[in-house]
């Protein structure tokens, strides 16, 4: 991933995911798996997120329900960023992109094809579509962790 | 035909030359609520700089001065949609008046089996109270069916009348359609059957004539903030017998006149009993100049030129390349539409990097998807500082849809 990216490029990484998210799909055996349900009270975003959880690592991530090109496109590419990741580097990601997203200072190596979403607070109403599949993995994870 | 650039003039939004996303703001999300010009403002701060009291209890003057003030405020309520004014409840908002009209009214006078009829286009305010009361008394919710564009007819009311109905809820303007239904041949069809007629007016009683007496519906609910009044005041009209029979959903002071320690209890005569506590003051008075601020521009001069813009916008949103427009032939100034193959978000995001706030999502309507089978629209809806400029401005804007994501790289 080059560090900076041009507009167009990342026009196109979102759109991709948008047309062809890679992670959604309700998992076949989902009682197996992790979920968190997520409502956006001011999009349309109705999702649920899905984690599949081995010896402390995320073995499969996927997502499923009804989101906006932001939201979709978001939710995408955490899932393929957080598999094969632990706990604790999931959490990290997770982490990073939060902060990306609230203009604070984040470490943008681990954030991969995320960093497209770097100017989402100039939408400021767009912060929630940008989030919402990693809150809920975000919530996966620490409602793990608690359990540990 | 009235001016919107001299009406301009009299609202702060405008004359603070309010940006958004470095474009002057161009507001076309009034269907949601309206700006609010100076003499409303004003009467509030009267209130709060003046003549600050509590109200119906007055032993000294300024609070003297307060209930006349409210006593005028309620009467010129009453007149502008020709009610009396102890038919005039003032409630916190449309949403408000309308769970009273279902808890309070209808809540001990339906039983099991009845039928309550309501639409696809219904607001949630105007669904989820009598979908809340389908679950606790066991009547049943009921749709009318719509035409395919989305039009609520008198034939449609009529098929849908069974022995069991007891009450039509439905909305005198939907709020994402904007169609107009005929409260008055409503009401006639259901008082000759024996049923009552409670109608959602937040999206008519700003934009059009509303008499009560001439439609005769049994029970009118609205919002100020739709109205260019404040938010967190609304009003129930009902008809004073209907009003007596209601109950209160709330009790406390100011709405009771003796209560002993055996638990006995008598209370106001209506509206008092329906208005526990302190009243929302700041509120009513600025609900108050508002209406008077319609009165003097006048609901007919509000209604042609909201009807002429209307027109416009249709007119130039259809040259829009693949723009799907879901209600071209409704009557209020409220266009729903989306940009094929933009998600209505996404569309409405755009606008906002342009300056323009519109709405999107389903507009509180749920139901509408089983209508226009769509999940979420973008809608326009307008008022009357809007000008055609606007129009122009949101039509430009719509012709960049297909790049909705310059929003976030511009």
Redesign the interface.
């Known amino acids: 991933m080059p560090i900076l990216l041009s507009p167009q490029m990342m026009r196109q990484v979102i759109m991709d995911h948008y047309d062809n998210p890679q992670y959604k799909k309700t998992p076949e055996n989902p009682g197996n798996f992790e979920k968190v349900h997520m409502h956006s009270s001011n999009c349309i975003d109705d999702i649920n997120v899905y984690a599949l959880v081995e010896d402390g690592v995320v073995k499969e991530a996927y997502w499923d329900g009804v989101a906006c090109t932001i939201s979709t496109s978001s939710t995408d590419i955490m899932c393929g960023l957080v598999i094969g990741k632990s706990w604790d580097d999931a959490k990290y990601i997770i982490d990073q992109y939060h902060k990306m997203i609230h203009e604070e200072e984040y470490d943008e190596s681990v954030l991969d094809e995320a960093i497209v979403f770097m100017n989402t607070s100039k939408q400021a109403a767009r912060i929630k579509c940008a989030s919402i599949g990693w809150d809920a993995m975000d919530e996966i994870i620490c409602k793990h962790k608690h359990e540990k | 035909m009235l001016d919107p650039y001299k009406i301009r003039k009299d609202f702060p939004m405008f004359t603070n030359k309010i940006k958004m996303?470095g474009h002057d703001l161009i507001f076309l999300d009034n269907a949601s609520t309206t700006y609010k010009p100076q003499c409303v403002i004003d009467a509030m701060n009267e209130y709060n700089t003046r003549v600050t009291s509590n109200s119906g209890r007055g032993d000294y003057d300024t609070m003297y001065a307060n209930d006349q003030m409210l006593l005028e405020a309620r009467t010129n309520i009453a007149k502008f949609i020709n009610a009396d004014p102890n038919e005039i409840v003032f409630t916190s908002g449309d949403t408000e008046a309308l769970n009273l009209v279902a808890f309070g009214y209808f809540k001990s006078h339906l039983k099991v089996g009845d039928e309550i009829l309501i639409t696809f286009a219904e607001h949630a305010s105007n669904t989820l109270p009598w979908f809340r009361l389908q679950k606790e008394i066991g009547c049943k919710v009921n749709f009318i069916p719509l035409t395919k564009e989305g039009r609520l007819t008198v034939e449609n009311v009529e098929q849908s009348i069974t022995s069991k109905t007891k009450v039509i809820a439905v909305a005198n303007t939907t709020n994402v359609l904007g169609f107009h239904t005929d409260m008055k041949a409503i009401c006639e069809l259901a008082h000759k059957n024996g049923i009552l007629v409670v109608c959602d007016g937040a999206q008519s009683v700003p934009h059009e004539k509303t008499d009560v007496k001439e439609n005769s519906v049994d029970f009118l609910a609205f919002s100020g903030h739709k109205m260019f009044g404040p938010t967190g005041i609304g009003v129930l009209y009902g008809k004073k017998e209907l009003l007596k029979e209601t109950e209160p959903l709330i009790y406390g002071g100011g709405m009771n006149e003796t209560f002993e320690m055996d638990g006995e209890y008598v209370l106001h005569p209506v509206p008092a009993k329906l208005e526990a506590g302190t009243h929302n003051i700041e509120g009513i008075y600025g609900l108050n100049a508002a209406v008077k601020y319609i009165q003097n521009i006048g609901i007919d001069n509000i209604r042609e030129y909201e009807k002429e813009l209307r027109k416009y916008a249709i007119e130039k949103m259809k040259e829009v390349k693949d723009i799907i427009i879901y209600n071209e032939n409704a009557e209020a100034g409220i266009i729903s539409f989306n940009i094929k193959g933009v998600?209505?978000?996404?569309l409405a995001?755009l606008l906002?990097?342009k300056g323009i706030a519109c709405r999107?999502?389903?507009h509180c309507a749920k139901n509408l998807k089983y209508q226009i089978n769509e999940?979420?629209t973008v809608r326009a809806s307008f008022a009357i500082y809007n000008t055609k400029e606007d129009i122009d401005a949101l039509v430009e804007a719509l012709k960049q849809g297909g790049n909705?994501?310059d929003?976030?790289?511009?």
């Open positions: 996303q998600f209505a978000q996404d995001t906002n990097s999107s999502g389903n999940i979420a909705f994501l929003a976030y790289f511009a």
